[in-house]
């Protein structure tokens, strides 16, 4: 099988080939051997090279949010990354932000209120996934516009949970 996907703006393929209970993945100018072990749904051991490591995976629309040991990965399919285009990795479009969150989760807290002044790498919300806290910062000096969440709410990655717009 052979897959195409986007990782922080770069189109990667790879072919992956299964024999017996191992997989053999070629990333193009290296082969992995891996063992694969599901443990839930949402989480698996993988074991690339003899080294083993714990997965987390979560979905959302047409990404994929992986965690592996510590580090936080979004995988696109790539015919869909064009959908925010305008919007930039930050939620930057003309002088607003629109804050979303980095993956589905639960708001742990929200810490700013509508109308209240931020400032750049301001925390502004707490969002728990994945049994990890993650928080989120302002990308701009400037004014909460709205805030759509309350906490302890359900957020996808396409719902914003809040919009701010810079002071000027």
Do not use: W
């Amino acid at each position: 099988m052979e897959f195409e996907f986007n990782l922080e703006d770069k189109l990667y393929k790879i072919s992956i080939e299964k024999k017996g209970d191992t997989y053999f993945v070629d990333l193009g100018n290296s082969k992995r051997e891996v063992e694969f072990q599901n443990i839930s749904p949402n989480c698996f051991s993988l074991s690339i090279d003899g080294h083993n490591q714990t997965v987390y995976i979560a979905e959302a629309e047409n990404k994929r949010f992986i965690f592996v040991q510590g580090e936080q990965f979004v995988i696109q399919e790539k015919e869909t990354t064009k959908v925010r285009k305008k919007e930039d990795e930050a939620g930057l479009i003309d002088g607003k932000q629109l804050v979303r969150a980095p993956m589905p989760g639960r708001i742990l807290k929200i810490l700013v209120s509508e109308g209240e002044k931020v400032r750049k790498k301001q925390s502004l919300a707490i969002v728990e996934a994945m049994k990890m806290e993650h928080e989120i910062k302002s990308a701009l000096d400037g004014i909460v516009k709205k805030v759509n969440f309350k906490e302890n709410q359900m957020v996808d990655t396409e719902e914003p949970i809040m919009e701010l717009e810079e002071e000027k």
